[in-house]
């Protein structure tokens, strides 16, 4: 098994138990809970790719262009929008895993290189 990733901070429901990031000011979006009944827990960074894009031009200064934007499921649930390490696009169903790097939180496919 790898090192163990970073961990995220997510909203949690204490409620429903549902987790969601980013936390939503409106309250849960399963079941409408808010104020004292959300609170936060840390997940780790890792999960399943959704969908993966390459990005080729970007007006942006954080970041330089070409690199791969992917939507991951993490294990604990929510759906996040990443930046993956590499610049090649990640197949669907690809596990994936985050790693800081040079200050920036960024994924990589779990067991790969
Ligand atoms: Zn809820």
Redesign the pocket.
Known sequence: MTEAPPELEVAA??????LDHPAQEF???????HGA?LGVERVPARGIVVSSAEVNLYGGTDITAPFVVSAVRLDSGPVLRVTMLDTTPVPRGCAVIGVVSGGELRFVQENGS
Do not use: P
């Open positions: 429901c204490g409620s429903c138990g549902f309250g849960c979006r399963r079941c409408g809970a009944a």
